[in-house]
């Protein structure tokens, strides 16, 4: 096979993902539209989670096959995938629940019992929200990230960290401080990115980040309402600056003082790590 032939039947394979990806995208939202098991927020909910199967083989295909500039690893190759997705989990339920007791103790928040939610859906939000993480990792810190540092290392971590918060631009209750917390969680998933020259570690913390704060205890993510959660908490009006009130803790001030704290010690290992191959 010569190298046009090749290079056509890169591009063949990736218009065929693509197309799967559309059908997938268009299907499984179709399929949330006719069915209705619960609330239609809690059906607009996990139908939007589960589309991102879709949109993930768009992106996979146009990184892996349809670049001029050639192929992209996105991250995605690591053989120590599962051990990186765990301290993921870890890393990430360690941020969300520092916020928690903090607001808690402030009285940001208050708790409100016990909440509502099925088995079933509990299940389906924790698959969901893995797809999602990963959809938005693969996106940012796969794709653009990857790309950028072909040129610039520390440039592949500020500008995808910029349009990571500037993708949420769109949500209900949106605002400045809301813009600079997610461009902040993007600089640590960037950092942690870079460190362990893996995708799976910040997927793994993206995910259980915006499962617990949702599903799990209720609160808004990213302007997003929960109509049922395992946990019910609420913010306590007049303390958005602890709570980021309709949209969630995302736009708390609390929140940003924080990130700052667990991005510290990552920037520090950021220089190290650079310094050290620069005199090696």
Do not use: C
């Not at 993007?186 to 799976?200: C, R």
């Amino acid at each position: 096979m010569n190298k046009n032939e090749s290079t056509a039947w890169r591009i063949i394979k990736g218009i065929l993902i693509i197309l799967a990806g559309l059908i997938l995208l268009v299907g499984i939202n179709w399929i949330g539209k006719v069915t209705s098991p619960d609330t239609p927020q809690t059906n607009k909910n996990i139908t939007m989670l589960f589309s991102s199967v879709g949109t993930i083989l768009i992106l996979y295909a146009i990184g892996r096959f349809l670049l001029p500039s050639g192929f992209v690893s996105m991250n995605l190759p690591d053989k120590y995938g599962i051990k990186h997705y765990l301290q993921g989990l870890a890393f990430g339920s360690g941020m969300i629940l520092t916020y928690l007791i903090l607001a808690l103790v402030l009285g940001g928040l208050s708790y409100q019992g016990l909440g509502k939610m099925t088995v079933l859906n509990i299940i389906l939000y924790f698959l969901g929200f893995i797809l999602q993480g990963f959809k938005e990792e693969l996106l940012v810190r796969g794709l653009i990230q990857g790309l950028i540092a072909r040129k610039s290392r520390l440039l592949s971590i500020i500008l995808p960290s910029i349009l990571f918060g500037l993708l949420h631009l769109g949500n209900d209750n949106f605002s400045y401080l809301a813009m600079i917390n997610t461009a902040l969680i993007g600089l640590i998933f960037a950092f942690v990115t870079d460190l362990t020259g893996s995708l799976w570690l910040a997927s793994a913390a993206h995910s259980i980040w915006n499962f617990l704060l949702g599903p799990f205890f209720g609160l808004y993510v990213s302007g997003i309402p929960m109509p049922e959660s395992v946990f019910a908490f609420s913010p306590v009006a007049g303390k958005e600056v602890l709570s980021g009130g309709l949209y969630g803790p995302e736009a708390a001030l609390l929140l940003t003082i924080i990130l700052i704290l667990f991005l510290v010690p990552l920037v520090r290992a950021y220089i190290l790590k650079y310094k050290k191959q620069e005199v090696e």
